[in-house]
């Protein structure tokens, strides 16, 4: 059975394996000493960045808005998203983010990867800087 990486974190399943965990930092994107270092899950399948409610509340981080998404059981769930500031291998951005449940995994999504301008090489299993294009 399929279980996506989206139903993982809304219902705070742990122990995922088989994923690349890189060790990063999440701050307050206009308070930077605000911040937490975390282990993500980086997942190439999950096109947003997920960190857990309790760490969004740690940093203050004011939600700006909300999404809708469908879950692998074909239910359509909605959760909160923020900015964070997201810091992978001394590299740094300002990404949009979602807010899990408590027992969400962090998880570092494919469009905050780009933005750092990393990717996950599959042999490896490591994060490589990725050529970046300007078409």
């Given at each position: 059975?399929?279980?996506?990486?989206i139903?993982?974190?809304?219902?705070?399943?742990s122990?995922?394996?088989?994923?690349v965990?890189v060790k990063?930092?999440?701050a307050?994107p206009?308070?930077?000493?605000?911040k937490?270092e975390?282990?993500?899950i980086?997942d190439?399948?999950?096109?947003?960045?997920?960190?857990?409610?309790?760490?969004a509340?740690?940093?203050s981080?004011?939600?700006?808005?909300k999404?809708?998404?469908?879950?692998?059981s074909?239910?359509?769930?909605e959760?909160?998203?923020?900015?964070a500031?997201?810091v992978?291998?001394?590299?740094?951005?300002?990404?949009?983010?979602?807010?899990?449940?408590?027992?969400?995994?962090?998880?570092?999504?494919?469009?905050?990867l780009e933005?750092?301008?990393?990717?996950?090489?599959?042999?490896?299993?490591?994060?490589?800087?990725l050529?970046l294009?300007?078409?």
């Amino acid at each position: 059975m399929y279980i996506s990486l989206i139903t993982c974190f809304s219902l705070g399943l742990s122990g995922i394996m088989g994923y690349v965990r890189v060790k990063g930092v999440i701050a307050n994107p206009f308070r930077r000493d605000l911040k937490v270092e975390v282990e993500f899950i980086a997942d190439t399948g999950a096109i947003y960045t997920v960190i857990p409610k309790h760490i969004a509340d740690e940093l203050s981080l004011e939600v700006t808005g909300k999404r809708r998404f469908k879950i692998a059981s074909g239910e359509v769930v909605e959760y909160p998203v923020t900015e964070a500031y997201i810091v992978i291998e001394g590299r740094g951005v300002t990404s949009l983010v979602v807010i899990g449940t408590e027992k969400a995994p962090p998880l570092l999504g494919v469009t905050t990867l780009e933005l750092l301008g990393l990717q996950v090489d599959p042999i490896t299993g490591k994060l490589k800087p990725l050529e970046l294009m300007i078409l």
